[in-house]
């Protein structure tokens, strides 16, 4: 059973049961192991984390970030080089996306990592940040980790030793790639020339490339921008204000943290894109252009410095995920831009594939970025139609206009709204692209020639419309989400049209409702809002699983999020149905579209159940399939935290789990999953 067995693995584990325990629950005869949390250091410079927040903004470039989310696992043989086979020597590079939450106009906050949260006066309806080294510390906490991974025995560590350790911080030194470098849209007052930029930031979903590199995706980095009120008035560049407001940055917004009210000095006040002086190079009016990338990263080299693939476009990237990979064809990547009502996209590049690129990169010494400006610097961008037949078309988006200002340009193609496109997976056996349709509500589903002008939209790829039982009435939206797929024509991933059908629907068991649970789910596999997604890697018994994580806010009355195995099908191996429900403005909508063969426990599985508070999201396993690594991510988020009361936190995942303290802080982890047999994972 080597790579490309057109056979699809049978799962073999136990159900494990909704739940809202505050630890992780995996199947009898598995292992969840504790690897690598929030503040845990990456070298030997700075001490253990001290699990109080007493630590120092500086520190943070030499331990884990928070929220970890996406992270991929690049292979080291015994002697420290690239290997696609080792699966006990290893990097992982993972994305730490963004802070607990922070109420920029009173200060109220759930900053754990701060001895006693963010600190804070607040001033004309701002709260101001009166600590500096507290938004250095959290400057620091964001970006991604590159650490090294070995396995003694049946466990698995950090190696603090190794050189090959990073920490990509958002203020970490990044060189603008492709169409963007040099334009006067990027020319800041750190690179006048616009064709460098510090940091990356809110960092979801991940992808790699064939060429043995990391691409980190900026999602939601629009809200870290304040800018002032009277803004617009002040903007130049043609069609400028209308960008702004459809990226979500109207005039008089403060930044998520408001770091740029904590000082003069230009690590603060580059995060005010309002235009200040005579020139762009005077301000960082444009700051704001410099994000929303995918970003490559080499986790071979820790010198290489980070590039932003200006050529991929400029929207909420949530993840990047590659087509297959063959000789003489161009190199494809599918990305989801996650925003209510945005688009699928694909990148084509111009250059075919040379799998000597491929060879290359299994050297140390090699330039991967030099590889990575080949493929990833020069092709076309287009955004996906799902024509109401089955049927769907790539619809090209052109030059600087479409890298920039890519959902106007979107807009105007013709492409089809989503749901809020998450993450995508690539079915090594297929081909076929999934990607996951998290959730709407009714807003999100309002769109410019809504038939009533108030009725929640729905069409063939987003079909639903109706309440969820947890949350308020009259939403009328998707809130419990689903999944799309598609097979490119000819099996070309380069290709400029495919089908398409729903693989499946997030729902509640009890959902007496056929219009909700479409997909026939039952206690042992019912979920709701998919986001993570990954199939199990080439070249292992479990190749062509489907791992699906969840994000979600609709079902947490009943359940922990989780975490999911399925063996997917293919497109069009289910039926031809209608969905009807009642939109918002009490409309009857009636769609009919292609939907995936009905679910069973046999095809879709509950793996895992998270801690209180948590999101599942970030997976990968070593190339045997025998260590799965997964992130939990923001345990105890949600509930205020009074920080000397230990009583009051929402979690106390994972000290409680696995360090012997339950009365610890909670912290964003990394685990790493072992069947006690070694074994391969699900199957
Ligand atoms: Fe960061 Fe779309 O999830
Ligand atoms: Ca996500
Ligand atoms: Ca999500
Ligand atoms: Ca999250």
């Given at each position: 059973d080597g790579p490309g067995t057109p056979v699809a693995p049978t799962l073999a584990f136990t159900a494990v049961s909704k739940n809202l325990l505050d630890q992780i629950t995996v199947p009898a005869g598995y292992t969840a192991s504790l690897l690598y949390s929030l503040g845990d250091p990456i070298n030997n410079t700075v001490p253990n984390w001290a699990g109080d927040g007493s630590e120092t903004g500086a520190s943070y470039t030499s331990r884990a970030g928070?929220?970890?989310?996406?992270?991929?696992y690049f292979g080291l043989s015994g002697t420290g080089t690239p290997s696609l086979t080792a699966s006990e020597r290893g990097i992982l590079a993972m994305n730490h996306e963004a802070p607990n939450p922070f109420n920029t106009a009173t200060g109220v906050n759930n900053l754990y990592v701060h001895a006693s949260g963010a600190t804070t006066t607040v001033v004309g309806g701002v709260a101001t940040?009166?600590?500096?080294?507290?938004?250095?510390?959290?400057?620091?906490?964001?970006?991604?980790?590159?650490?090294?991974?070995?396995?003694?025995?049946?466990?698995?560590?950090?190696?603090?030793?190794?050189?090959?350790?990073?920490?990509?911080?958002?203020?970490?030194?990044?060189?603008?790639?492709?169409?963007?470098?040099?334009?006067?849209?990027?020319?800041?007052?750190?690179?006048?020339?616009?064709?460098?930029?510090?940091?990356?930031?809110?960092?979801?979903?991940?992808g790699h490339t064939p060429w043995g590199t990391y691409l980190t995706c900026e999602e939601n980095w629009v809200g870290y921008f304040a800018r002032a009120a009277g803004d617009n008035a002040k903007r130049t560049r043609a069609g400028e204000v209308a960008s702004l407001n459809r990226y979500g940055s109207p005039e008089n917004a403060l930044s998520r943290l408001n770091w740029n009210t904590a000082g003069?000095?230009?690590?603060?006040?580059?995060?005010?894109?309002?235009?200040?002086?005579?020139?762009?190079?005077?301000?960082?009016?444009?700051?704001?252009?410099?994000?929303?990338?995918?970003?490559?990263?080499?986790?071979?080299?820790?010198?290489?410095?980070?590039?932003?693939?200006?050529?991929?476009?400029?929207?909420?990237?949530?993840?990047?995920?590659?087509?297959?990979?063959?000789?003489?064809?161009?190199v494809v990547f599918y990305m989801g831009d996650d925003n209510r009502g945005d688009y699928i996209y694909k990148f084509v590049s111009t250059a075919l594939w040379?799998?000597?690129?491929?060879?290359?990169?299994?050297?140390?010494?090699?330039?991967?970025?030099?590889?990575?400006?080949?493929?990833?610097?020069a092709g076309t961008?287009?955004?996906?139609?799902?024509?109401?037949?089955?049927?769907?078309?790539?619809?090209?988006?052109?030059?600087?206009?479409?890298?920039?200002?890519?959902?106007?340009?979107?807009?105007?193609?013709?492409?089809?709204?989503?749901?809020?496109?998450?993450?995508?997976?690539?079915?090594?056996l297929t081909g076929e692209v999934y990607i996951t349709l998290t959730n709407n509500n009714a807003a999100g589903r309002l769109a410019t020639g809504t038939p009533t002008g108030t009725a929640a939209l729905s069409?063939?790829?987003?079909?639903?419309?109706?309440?969820?039982?947890?949350?308020?009435?009259?939403?009328?939206?998707?809130?419990?989400?689903?999944?799309?797929?598609?097979?490119e024509t000819g099996d070309l991933a380069a290709a400029t049209t495919f089908q398409w059908d729903l693989y499946l629907f997030g729902a509640r068991a009890a959902s007496v409702d056929t219009n909700v649970n479409i997909s026939g789910l039952v206690a042992d596999n019912d979920f709701s809002s998919p986001d993570g997604l990954w199939f199990g890697r080439q070249g292992n018994a479990a190749t062509g699983l489907l791992w699906i994580q969840t994000d979600d806010g609709a079902y947490t009355d009943v359940t922990n999020c989780m975490m999911l195995a399925?063996?997917?099908?293919?497109?069009?191996?289910?039926?031809?149905?209608?969905?009807?429900?009642?939109?918002?403005?009490?409309?009857?909508?009636?769609?009919?579209?292609?939907?995936?063969?009905?679910?069973?426990t046999s095809n879709l599985r509950r793996f895992l159940v998270g801690c209180k508070e948590c999101e599942i999201t970030g997976i990968d396993s070593t190339p045997d399939g025998k260590t799965l690594f997964v992130n939990i991510q923001h345990p105890g988020e949600e509930k205020q935290a009074t920080f000397n009361d230990p009583a009051t936190f929402g979690s106390h995942w994972p000290g409680n789990q696995y360090l012997g303290n339950a009365n610890a802080r909670p912290r964003s982890s990394t685990i790493v999953i072992t069947k006690n047999d070694g074994g391969v994972i699900g199957i």
């Amino acid at each position: 059973d080597g790579p490309g067995t057109p056979v699809a693995p049978t799962l073999a584990f136990t159900a494990v049961s909704k739940n809202l325990l505050d630890q992780i629950t995996v199947p009898a005869g598995y292992t969840a192991s504790l690897l690598y949390s929030l503040g845990d250091p990456i070298n030997n410079t700075v001490p253990n984390w001290a699990g109080d927040g007493s630590e120092t903004g500086a520190s943070y470039t030499s331990r884990a970030g928070d929220h970890h989310d996406g992270m991929y696992y690049f292979g080291l043989s015994g002697t420290g080089t690239p290997s696609l086979t080792a699966s006990e020597r290893g990097i992982l590079a993972m994305n730490h996306e963004a802070p607990n939450p922070f109420n920029t106009a009173t200060g109220v906050n759930n900053l754990y990592v701060h001895a006693s949260g963010a600190t804070t006066t607040v001033v004309g309806g701002v709260a101001t940040r009166t600590v500096p080294d507290e938004c250095i510390k959290e400057i620091n906490h964001h970006g991604v980790s590159v650490i090294e991974v070995n396995k003694t025995g049946a466990n698995w560590s950090v190696n603090r030793n190794s050189t090959f350790n990073r920490r990509v911080t958002a203020a970490t030194l990044m060189e603008i790639s492709g169409p963007l470098r040099g334009n006067a849209a990027m020319f800041t007052k750190f690179s006048p020339g616009g064709t460098q930029t510090q940091g990356t930031v809110n960092n979801c979903a991940n992808g790699h490339t064939p060429w043995g590199t990391y691409l980190t995706c900026e999602e939601n980095w629009v809200g870290y921008f304040a800018r002032a009120a009277g803004d617009n008035a002040k903007r130049t560049r043609a069609g400028e204000v209308a960008s702004l407001n459809r990226y979500g940055s109207p005039e008089n917004a403060l930044s998520r943290l408001n770091w740029n009210t904590a000082g003069a000095g230009d690590e603060f006040q580059r995060w005010d894109t309002s235009v200040k002086g005579a020139t762009a190079a005077d301000d960082f009016r444009n700051v704001i252009n410099q994000f929303g990338f995918v970003v490559e990263i080499d986790p071979y080299n820790p010198t290489a410095v980070p590039r932003k693939r200006t050529a991929l476009g400029r929207f909420a990237h949530e993840g990047c995920w590659p087509g297959p990979v063959v000789a003489g064809r161009p190199v494809v990547f599918y990305m989801g831009d996650d925003n209510r009502g945005d688009y699928i996209y694909k990148f084509v590049s111009t250059a075919l594939w040379d799998a000597a690129d491929g060879t290359a990169a299994q050297t140390l010494g090699t330039d991967r970025m030099a590889i990575g400006s080949k493929y990833m610097d020069a092709g076309t961008l287009y955004v996906a139609r799902f024509n109401a037949d089955g049927s769907g078309t790539w619809l090209p988006l052109a030059g600087v206009a479409g890298a920039l200002d890519t959902r106007i340009a979107a807009d105007t193609a013709g492409a089809t709204r989503m749901d809020r496109p998450e993450w995508g997976a690539v079915n090594p056996l297929t081909g076929e692209v999934y990607i996951t349709l998290t959730n709407n509500n009714a807003a999100g589903r309002l769109a410019t020639g809504t038939p009533t002008g108030t009725a929640a939209l729905s069409d063939p790829a987003n079909p639903r419309v109706y309440n969820d039982p947890k949350g308020a009435t009259a939403q009328r939206g998707n809130p419990n989400g689903h999944i799309i797929r598609w097979r490119e024509t000819g099996d070309l991933a380069a290709a400029t049209t495919f089908q398409w059908d729903l693989y499946l629907f997030g729902a509640r068991a009890a959902s007496v409702d056929t219009n909700v649970n479409i997909s026939g789910l039952v206690a042992d596999n019912d979920f709701s809002s998919p986001d993570g997604l990954w199939f199990g890697r080439q070249g292992n018994a479990a190749t062509g699983l489907l791992w699906i994580q969840t994000d979600d806010g609709a079902y947490t009355d009943v359940t922990n999020c989780m975490m999911l195995a399925a063996v997917p099908g293919t497109v069009g191996d289910g039926a031809t149905r209608t969905v009807t429900g009642t939109a918002a403005g009490g409309e009857t909508r009636v769609v009919t579209t292609k939907v995936g063969k009905a679910a069973t426990t046999s095809n879709l599985r509950r793996f895992l159940v998270g801690c209180k508070e948590c999101e599942i999201t970030g997976i990968d396993s070593t190339p045997d399939g025998k260590t799965l690594f997964v992130n939990i991510q923001h345990p105890g988020e949600e509930k205020q935290a009074t920080f000397n009361d230990p009583a009051t936190f929402g979690s106390h995942w994972p000290g409680n789990q696995y360090l012997g303290n339950a009365n610890a802080r909670p912290r964003s982890s990394t685990i790493v999953i072992t069947k006690n047999d070694g074994g391969v994972i699900g199957i």
